[in-house]
């Protein structure tokens, strides 16, 4: 035991100079700085890749990068400051592949995203007023207009008071602000309180599924997952191709539980929370097996407001985070979390760098 609070030790520390963005990682050069980015290079195990990270003819930060797991990592490889009004990127050096080194030199024009995305970043309003004010700036995207939980039902007061006794705890008081409001992005939505309600009963009402039986949820879902199910709360409907669903897991998380996520293999796996505080996951029937559950940097449940936040990131700003071209890298200095910057090679003299912080991919980011 002691040798494991040990190693969980050793993590942690390696992971908060990582996202600290030291050792491994250079500041911007001498000037403002907007946000931050880190650049997290996919190739394969063994694989090097070591390069000079020039902004507006700048040498801000040098990357120097062996992989030890193949794919996208969680953590950055690197992390440097963004300046202000940068409009240009480039990255020279050289990547190993197998046995063979070759040199890169390449340079994208960039678009900052910031003038949309900035109203959901700023911090010293309610969360639920930097919603709107998102809303304004991508109102083809996000509607929200108030309500009253599905007053029609049931006021969202009562509502929450009894999804409060049928858990058996206290909800977020975050999730009780959704009460006052109808919020749809796209085709997807947060449920009225008089709808909100356990995992369970909404697949078996909305999935298709049975309890038991060919297509029973105690045949599909192991008892750990059937479990989690049977005491969450549904709070989010994602209408695509299948159902999808982001919930709110009173429990929280099972020290070293898989987060199922995307990428990112070799991670040290769930770590404990805030007391009381629960996890929140995404499911999807295509995977319903293993919910992916939302972590924060150093691997622990991310907060609520995190977590309803993040909703908008991939629904929302997935809508204008896409270059226009190959030569075009986007940005986000409104971000307060560094930017994921997704490093690849399409050939060995062919880098391609793109923002990954607003994709589908559920909680890589």
Request: hydrophobic share 35%; charged share 30%.
């Given at each position: 035991m002691a040798q494991r609070r040990s190693i969980l030790a050793g993590i942690s520390a390696w992971l908060a100079t990582v996202f600290a963005g030291a050792p491994g990682s250079v500041s911007a050069a001498d000037g403002p700085t907007a946000g931050r980015a880190g650049i997290h290079p996919w190739i394969n195990a063994g694989d090097k890749v070591v390069a000079d990270v020039i902004v507006d003819g700048k040498l801000v930060a040098q990357l120097d990068h062996q992989a030890t797991q193949p794919g996208l990592k969680k953590p950055p490889a690197l992390v440097f400051g963004l300046p202000v009004g940068l409009k240009r990127m480039r990255l020279k050096g050289q990547v190993t592949q197998g046995a063979k080194t070759s040199s890169f030199d390449k340079t994208w024009t960039v678009r900052d995203m910031a003038p949309f995305s900035a109203p959901l970043y700023e911090q010293g309003k309610p969360w639920i007023e930097r919603v709107r004010g998102l809303a304004k700036k991508l109102e083809d995207t996000i509607s929200i207009e108030p309500g009253d939980g599905g007053a029609k039902k049931k006021p969202a007061k009562a509502a929450f008071a009894d999804l409060e006794k049928s858990l058996g705890v206290a909800l977020p008081p975050l999730v009780k602000v959704l009460g006052d409001w109808r919020i749809e992005i796209g085709d997807s939505y947060f449920l009225s309180a008089a709808d909100m309600g356990k995992v369970t009963d909404l697949l078996l009402r909305e999935g298709g599924y049975q309890r038991t039986g060919a297509n029973g949820l105690d045949r599909i879902l192991s008892p750990a997952v059937r479990a989690r199910y049977d005491r969450s709360l549904a709070v989010f409907i994602e209408v695509g191709d299948g159902l999808g669903v982001m919930a709110w897991d009173p429990v929280g998380a099972t020290p070293g539980e898989p987060p199922n996520t995307w990428g990112d293999k070799g991670n040290p796996g769930a770590r404990p929370g805030t007391p009381n505080e629960g996890l929140w996951y995404w499911l999807h029937q295509d995977h319903i097996a293993t919910p992916e559950l939302l972590?924060?940097?150093?691997?622990?449940?991310?907060?609520?407001?995190?977590?309803?936040?993040?909703?908008?990131?991939?629904?929302?700003?997935?809508?204008?985070?896409?270059?226009?071209?190959?030569?075009?890298?986007?940005?986000?200095?409104?971000?307060?979390?560094?930017?994921?910057?997704?490093?690849?090679?399409?050939?060995?003299?062919?880098?391609?760098?793109?923002l990954r912080s607003y994709d589908y991919h559920y909680s890589l980011y």
């Open positions: 972590l924060d940097d150093d691997y622990r449940p991310k907060t609520t407001e995190a977590a309803l936040t993040h909703v908008f990131q991939r629904f929302a700003l997935s809508d204008v985070d896409s270059p226009e071209t190959d030569d075009e890298l986007v940005v986000d200095s409104a971000n307060p979390r560094a930017n994921l910057l997704q490093l690849h090679f399409d050939g060995p003299r062919k880098p391609r760098l793109w």
